[in-house]
Every structure is written in C-alpha cells, then in structure tokens.
C-alpha cells in the first residue's frame, strides 16, 4: 500500500532475517519478492536481486518529464536512473539552470562526506537549494558499490531542498563517474542553487573533477602529507581553496604550516572539523558570495 501510495510499486520487497518456512507463503501474497534466511548464499542473493531489478518496467519519459518540469523529487530521481542507463530521452534537455557546481576532493578518510553534511545544512540555512551528487568506488571484483556515502549526509528530518543522489564509479578512472556531468545538468535544470560533487577517495592524478566543477575545495586532514608531498603537481594544483578538516586531532598545525608553505597564500585555506561542527561557516560564507 505504501508503495503505490509513494508512486513506487514497481520497487521489489526482499526480507532478510529468521523467517519460519511456513510463513513464505503469505509473505508472498502480501508482496515480498524474496526472503533470505541466515545462511543465504551471497552469491545466490545478488542474482535474486539483479533478476528483480530486470524486472522493472522502463521509465515512461513523458510522465518523468512531465514531473520534472512540476518540481516533483521522484520524477528527479527516475529521470536521472534513466540517464545513468543511457536510456534515449529522444532529444530532451534539461534546461539550463544557474547551480554553482562545487567539487569536493580528498583522499580517503579525509571526512569529505562528513564535510560535505554540515557545509550543506550552513547552504539550507542560508536559504538556499541544495543538491550532493556523491561518488563511491566499485569493486574491481564484483562491480558493485556501496553507495553509504549518503548515510552521513542524511540527518535530520528529510528536506526537499536538499537532495543526495549517490553514483557508482564504475571503474572510471579520474575520480568522477559514468554520465555524471550529465547527472548534473539535470540537477541544474531543476533548480537547485549549489550542487556539490563529492569525487570518489582520490589520488594525486584525479582531476576530473576541475572540467565539471565552478570551483574545487580540497579537503585534507592532520599528518596527510608534508611539504614536498603538499608541491606535488596535480590534484593540489586544481584546488581553488583548501579544507584541513579533522584539526582537532594532533598535527593540524604542523601540516597547515606546511601546506601554507608550499600553495603559499592565494587560495583559501580553513581549519575545520566536521565532527564538532567547527568552522564551518567560513566555507559557507566563501561560497555564498561567489
């Protein structure tokens, strides 16, 4: 009933946990697609779920277009699966809208999720719309991806005005994703002031970022790096302002000494952490007068 009530009946149910065989059954009448018990093979779940997935109807472009042009959140969301498919949209463009794009770099582990969620609630505050376009790796394995970036952006009540649409690598090199620069066209279509793009953990070489993005912050944290390092060509030569996040730990003053050192003192450089809610306006404040 929620399902059709939220416009989404054609998303499968999966159960997972210790279900007694005898209640099958009428989990099925009631609409659960499949029920896995511990002891479930992994390899057996993910074909289950990669043949529910098959299963869905494709998107009907008029109707998505339609919502989209409405402000509707949902048809936002099928529009952009569609794209991320490369399903033909029969020549349609999303209009052109007036978002700063923002790219997010680091390494891994820098906190640029965590970054990202309290910068984004300063531009909520600020009044302003907001939407993350969040990278994660995919496995060399598998070829799946997590796509847990968004838990720690997702706190609080939901908020329409700000949107989180995470992307799966899928093996592209260069720290973005497959048809991301279209994701975010469609993003700027719809209306949203600021759309932060937050890379995939980066190496020294993954710039991609820079051609997509207005502007780059580069988020670092204490001990990621000394002089030499912080001179390298690269990802520190894209960045227009840098984020040392994670300074209440020991070395944050050590390393901004030498990250100052080496950049010298254009480009912006702020202390902030992420987990104490620290410094954060600084950044907000630069954005918003872009």
């Given at each position: 009933r929620l399902r059709r009530e939220l416009g989404i009946d054609f998303v499968?149910?999966?159960?997972?946990?210790?279900?007694?065989?005898?209640?099958?059954?009428?989990?099925?009448?009631?609409?659960?697609?499949?029920v896995f018990n511990p002891g479930s093979h992994v390899d057996k779940i993910i074909e289950t779920l990669r043949e529910l997935a098959s299963r869905k109807p494709p998107a009907d472009l008029d109707e998505l277009k339609a919502g989209y042009a409405k402000g509707d959140p949902l048809a936002l969301s099928r529009l952009i699966t569609a794209v991320q498919r490369g399903q033909a949209l029969n020549g349609w463009q999303p209009p052109k809208g007036g978002a700063r794009v923002i790219g997010v770099t680091g390494a891994p582990g820098v906190g640029k999720s965590s970054f990202i969620a309290r910068l984004g609630k300063r531009l909520r505050q600020a009044g302003k719309k907001v939407a993350v376009v969040a990278i994660d790796p995919s496995s060399p394995v598998t070829g799946g991806?997590?796509?847990?970036?968004?838990?720690?952006?997702?706190?609080?009540?939901?908020?329409?005005?700000?949107?989180?649409?995470?992307?799966?690598?899928?093996?592209?090199?260069?720290?973005?994703?497959?048809?991301?620069?279209?994701?975010?066209?469609?993003?700027?279509?719809?209306?949203?002031?600021?759309?932060?793009?937050?890379?995939?953990?980066?190496?020294?070489?993954?710039?991609?970022?820079?051609?997509?993005?207005?502007?780059?912050?580069?988020v670092l944290m204490p001990e990621s790096g000394d002089a030499i390092q912080f001179s390298k060509a690269g990802i520190m030569e894209i960045a227009?302002?840098?984020?040392?996040?994670?300074?209440?730990?020991?070395?944050?003053?050590a390393t901004e000494g030498q990250l100052r050192g080496a950049v010298g003192e254009e480009r912006p450089l702020w202390r902030v952490s992420a987990v104490r809610d620290e410094g954060l306006d600084a950044v907000a404040d630069w954005l918003l007068g872009l």
């Amino acid at each position: 009933r929620l399902r059709r009530e939220l416009g989404i009946d054609f998303v499968p149910v999966v159960l997972g946990g210790i279900v007694p065989f005898s209640d099958y059954p009428a989990l099925k009448e009631m609409g659960v697609a499949a029920v896995f018990n511990p002891g479930s093979h992994v390899d057996k779940i993910i074909e289950t779920l990669r043949e529910l997935a098959s299963r869905k109807p494709p998107a009907d472009l008029d109707e998505l277009k339609a919502g989209y042009a409405k402000g509707d959140p949902l048809a936002l969301s099928r529009l952009i699966t569609a794209v991320q498919r490369g399903q033909a949209l029969n020549g349609w463009q999303p209009p052109k809208g007036g978002a700063r794009v923002i790219g997010v770099t680091g390494a891994p582990g820098v906190g640029k999720s965590s970054f990202i969620a309290r910068l984004g609630k300063r531009l909520r505050q600020a009044g302003k719309k907001v939407a993350v376009v969040a990278i994660d790796p995919s496995s060399p394995v598998t070829g799946g991806a997590l796509l847990g970036d968004r838990l720690r952006m997702m706190t609080g009540e939901p908020d329409e005005r700000f949107f989180i649409r995470s992307l799966s690598s899928g093996g592209s090199s260069g720290g973005l994703a497959p048809h991301c620069e279209d994701v975010v066209r469609v993003l700027d279509g719809f209306g949203f002031e600021f759309i932060l793009v937050e890379t995939v953990g980066a190496g020294q070489g993954d710039v991609d970022v820079r051609r997509l993005a207005d502007r780059t912050l580069l988020v670092l944290m204490p001990e990621s790096g000394d002089a030499i390092q912080f001179s390298k060509a690269g990802i520190m030569e894209i960045a227009d302002a840098f984020v040392l996040n994670k300074c209440d730990l020991a070395g944050a003053d050590a390393t901004e000494g030498q990250l100052r050192g080496a950049v010298g003192e254009e480009r912006p450089l702020w202390r902030v952490s992420a987990v104490r809610d620290e410094g954060l306006d600084a950044v907000a404040d630069w954005l918003l007068g872009l």
